[in-house]
């Protein structure tokens, strides 16, 4: 017999396997804030993350493009284009496999940030799309630089008119917003942090208004103790996190086949009703949150949309009180600051 004459089972799909060049592994005591993430990567919530310097922010951000499900073909394409068109492509390099991750400083100017000039270029925030756009020190950022992303943002993408044409460059990355809690950055540890409520207030306010507003969960991190750095134990890794965050995204598509939203954050008026319903005893409990925190109706649907995909990511068909339960938890501070994160 010849080589050829011996068949050889075949896998039914050759599938590369996937690397995490950054590991949620190696973060640990973190597990509350990975969890957050996990939930962000999966039904495409944007984040604040507040915590005190050296409490690994960064770091998880940085990990966050790997876990988010695998670009399509047509998604490699767009980004690779993008990339392209800022000039930001080496010669002969191929299409971009990999989530963009951008971390503009907080000094950058509008144009940078969304993008435009006499020849449009794209800005960050195109550069950023398909992949995370990281806004560390985000109260450090220009008022006129934070507003800037408000319309990009709602409208994923952004439109530059010119007297030659008009262009338009998608903008749907996934935000990541971080701050430190308070000025001197270590609020609530008292022993630490001698800010007063005024100037935490104060810094606060930098950040509320309509781009809050289209922030979708905050998670505050604690500086990780000595004993838990050195915990030998490791708790959730990349690709642990990612596994449920694939099956959290296929749940979606088939939801949303034939619309044009691919993930629970996407979801606006009677699609809430229809895929969003809670049993009576839930309700009630959404209703009791309302009324005591005062909720604006559009933090209700945020509330109700995270709920949907911490469901999605147990594989449950309902939401049930636990998944609405923890959606609560992550909600963003109000303009009290003080009442809702620390209480
Ligand atoms: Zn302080």
């Known amino acids: 017999r010849t080589l050829c004459q011996i068949s050889v089972p075949m896998p039914e799909k050759i599938e590369e396997e996937r690397k995490y060049p950054m590991d949620f592994g190696d973060i640990r005591?973190?597990?509350?804030?990975?969890?957050?993430?996990?939930?962000?990567?999966?039904?495409?919530?944007h984040l604040l993350v507040i915590g005190p310097p050296g409490s690994g922010k960064t770091m998880m951000a940085e990990r966050l493009p790997y876990i988010l499900p695998e670009m399509t073909f047509e998604e490699q394409m767009m980004v690779t284009k993008i990339h392209s068109a800022a000039g930001r492509l080496k010669p002969g390099s191929g299409l971009m496999t990999c989530r963009?991750?951008?971390?503009?400083?907080?000094?950058?100017?509008?144009?940078?940030l969304v993008g435009g000039g006499a020849t449009p270029?794209?800005?960050?925030?195109?550069?950023?799309?398909?992949?995370?756009?990281?806004?560390?020190?985000?109260?450090?950022?220009?008022?006129?630089?934070?507003?800037?992303?408000?319309?990009?943002?709602?409208?994923?993408?952004?439109?530059?008119?010119?007297?030659?044409?008009?262009?338009?460059?998608?903008?749907?990355?996934?935000?990541v917003a971080a701050m430190n809690p308070c000025p001197c950055g270590y609020y609530p540890d008292r022993k630490r942090c001698r800010c007063t409520s005024g100037q935490i207030q104060k810094y606060m306010a930098k950040i509320s208004g309509p781009v809050m507003e289209r922030l979708d969960l905050c998670v505050y991190i604690r500086r990780v103790d000595y004993r838990h750095m050195t915990d030998e134990r490791s708790g959730m890794d990349s690709r642990r996190m990612q596994e449920k965050i694939e099956r959290a995204c296929q749940?979606?598509?088939?939801?949303?086949?034939?619309?044009?939203?691919?993930?629970?954050?996407?979801?606006?008026?009677?699609?809430?009703?229809?895929?969003?319903?809670?049993?009576?005893?839930?309700?009630?409990?959404?209703?009791?949150?309302?009324?005591?925190?005062?909720?604006?109706?559009?933090?209700?649907?945020?509330?109700?949309?995270?709920?949907?995909?911490?469901?999605d990511l147990e594989g449950s068909s309902e939401i049930r009180m636990e998944h609405v339960a923890e959606a609560v938890g992550y909600r963003l501070p109000d303009e009290t600051y003080g009442g809702s994160l620390w209480g």
């Not at 005591?29 to 919530?45: S, T």
């Not at 963009?100 to 940078?112: A, E, I, L, Q, Y």
């Not at 995370?132 to 943002?153: K, M, T, Y």
């Open 251 to 311: 749940i979606q598509k088939e939801r949303f086949s034939g619309r044009n939203i691919r993930y629970n954050s996407g979801m606006e008026g009677k699609m809430l009703e229809e895929y969003c319903g809670l049993d009576e005893e839930t309700q009630l409990f959404l209703g009791k949150v309302y009324e005591k925190f005062h909720l604006s109706a559009r933090t209700y649907q945020k509330i109700l949309k995270v709920a949907r995909t911490i469901s």
């Open 100 to 112: 963009p991750f951008r971390r503009p400083h907080h000094s950058v100017s509008d144009k940078t």
């Open 29 to 45: 005591g973190q597990e509350a804030a990975k969890r957050c993430m996990q939930i962000c990567a999966a039904g495409h919530h």
């Open 121 to 175: 270029t794209p800005g960050e925030i195109s550069l950023a799309h398909g992949g995370i756009l990281f806004l560390d020190e985000f109260a450090e950022f220009s008022r006129s630089a934070v507003e800037s992303l408000r319309q990009p943002l709602e409208s994923g993408e952004v439109f530059v008119h010119r007297v030659r044409g008009d262009f338009c460059f998608p903008a749907r990355p996934l935000v």
